[in-house]
């Protein structure tokens, strides 16, 4: 343990930031990532759809972008990029994210409660007014609680609406997963580093004991909500017995309205764990782009993919991902 702490304190001490700025970089440098990537066709071809949309998207690419013979800059590109695009993984490995993430928020629940190393590293690297300004140990709780709900549900999910596919994703789709739900995980609780360190974790933390606040009273309704949504989208999805247009309510609105719910659970988030003085947690905000740039970018193929599949009329008056924005 010793020799992981001292990993993550020489990874903090290389970026030259404190760890909650570095953990905001994290997310927006992958949220921009994604959005560079979704840029340029032959990019999007090729790392960003996945499954039957990347098949359509990598055969209308090939027609449409086929390199002058006499070009052999062009066509060495090509084929460095080919080459990326063939390091590819399973698309079942999605349920790996899951699994790491419940393990992480274990692993930091330890830690918080016996003052392990590592946090002691992670919260040595935070600058004083981020320790001043801090969530309660309540506050830390909970969203550590809601994020292993949200995990589970979707590992559970994983485990019971997944069907046999040979679909694969580019290894880097499973790289930046992974790395986002290690990252989440520490995010729901290190804008509350100042409490916790001057607080020992007690049962009388987890008792109701007060009413809840305003903003507990309302967001938490969300963060509820929008899990029942994205589980009746999900199972809905599944009880289909071909990939077929859905017609589902919410489908009928949204293209893909689980990615909405998505985007309200980190929404519910960011507001929940707000510091003191503060509106929203800005790590979870920075996460919550990051999910939104990734889920807006896939909703967006996802639509394109029912137009090619299903015509024009399939997707007319729909919204993307966000009613009334996107």
């Known amino acids: 343990m010793d020799r992981l702490s001292a990993l993550v304190d020489g990874f903090l001490a290389s970026t030259h930031s404190d760890a909650v700025d570095a953990l905001r970089a994290f997310f927006l440098f992958g949220a921009c990532t994604v959005l560079t990537l979704n840029l340029f066709a032959p990019l999007r071809s090729r790392f960003i759809t996945y499954g039957a949309r990347a098949a359509s998207s990598s055969s209308t690419t090939t027609e449409t972008q086929k ?25 079942s490995y999605f349920m790996q994210f899951y ?4 393990l992480s928020s274990i692993f930091w629940l ?4 016996l003052r392990g190393s ?3 590293a992670v919260t040595a690297r935070i ?8 969530m309660s140990v309540n506050q830390a709780i909970l969203c550590w609680v809601l994020m292993v709900v949200h995990s589970g549900r979707r590992l559970a999910e994983c485990c019971v609406f997944s069907k046999p596919s040979a679909s694969r994703m580019w290894f880097v789709h499973w790289l930046l997963g992974i790395s986002f739900y290690l990252a989440a995980t520490v995010a ?12 020992e974790l007690t049962l009388d933390h987890v008792k109701i004991t007060n009413a809840p606040s305003l903003r507990t009273f309302i967001c938490l309704p969300l963060f509820l909500l929008a899990s029942g949504l994205q589980h009746d989208c999900h199972h809905y999805l ?20 689980h990615y909405t719910a998505e985007c309200g659970i980190y929404l519910s988030l960011a507001f929940l764990a707000a510091p003191s003085g503060e509106m929203v947690n800005k790590t979870l905000l920075s996460c919550l782009a990051f999910v939104a740039m990734n889920l807006g970018v896939t909703a ?27």
């Open 118 to 120: 590592v946090f002691h």
């Open 238 to 257: 599944f009880s289909l017995k071909k990939y077929t247009l859905p017609i589902h309510p919410l489908f009928n609105i949204i293209v893909s309205p």
């Open 188 to 199: 729901v609780w290190i804008e509350g580093a100042g409490a916790l360190r001057s607080h």
């Open 127 to 134: 600058n004083p007014e981020h320790l001043q300004s801090s």
């Open 67 to 91: 390199p002058s013979s006499n070009d052999t800059r062009t066509s060495l590109v090509t084929r460095v990029l080919d080459i990326l695009q063939s390091l590819q993984v399973p698309h």
């Open 110 to 113: 330890a830690q918080l409660l």
């Open 300 to 326: 967006g193929t996802s639509k394109e993919w029912y137009m090619q599949k299903f015509g024009e009329d399939s997707v007319r008056g729909k919204w993307k991902m966000i009613p009334g924005t996107y």
């Open 99 to 102: 699994v790491v993430s419940i």
